[in-house]
């Protein structure tokens, strides 16, 4: 079985590299780590990931950049789940306007996480055609 190759975006390390581990663990997936947006689009161009998980707020390119970047016209679609501490109204709403796939708030559940990728990567075929 093909590992699935997941970048997180996210500056908080501690937690980043946790759940880099629980994600890991089940032996489906392959989890790249980077720290900020500029780095997560390169990441991004150079491993080609099945799934992102991407934070909001960081140093340099914020989350919301990331995504709009991610799903300008002619760019390959590709799963991105927001994963933030960043939980009002307008937060989410504006997540799903620039087309985030799936937006959980911090504190999260993993178990919920992961459920959200399992989805992402089994509608990727229907998406990418």
Do not use: C, H
């Amino acid at each position: 079985m093909d590992k699935k190759r997941i970048l997180v975006i996210d500056d908080e390390e501690t937690s980043t590299q946790m759940l880099k581990t629980s994600l890991e663990r089940s032996g489906a997936y392959e989890v790249i780590v980077v720290y900020n947006g500029d780095e997560g689009l390169k990441k991004i161009a150079e491993k080609n990931p099945d799934v992102v998980i991407l934070d909001v707020v960081m140093p340099g390119k914020d989350g919301f950049e990331v995504l709009k970047e991610l799903r300008k016209d002619g760019v390959k679609w590709r799963p991105v789940i927001m994963l933030t501490t960043k939980s009002d109204f307008e937060d989410v709403k504006r997540g799903y306007e620039l087309k985030a796939d799936f937006y959980i708030p911090k504190p999260f559940k993993l178990e919920v996480l992961k459920r959200g990728i399992e989805t992402m990567l089994s509608l990727i075929p229907l998406r990418n055609g």
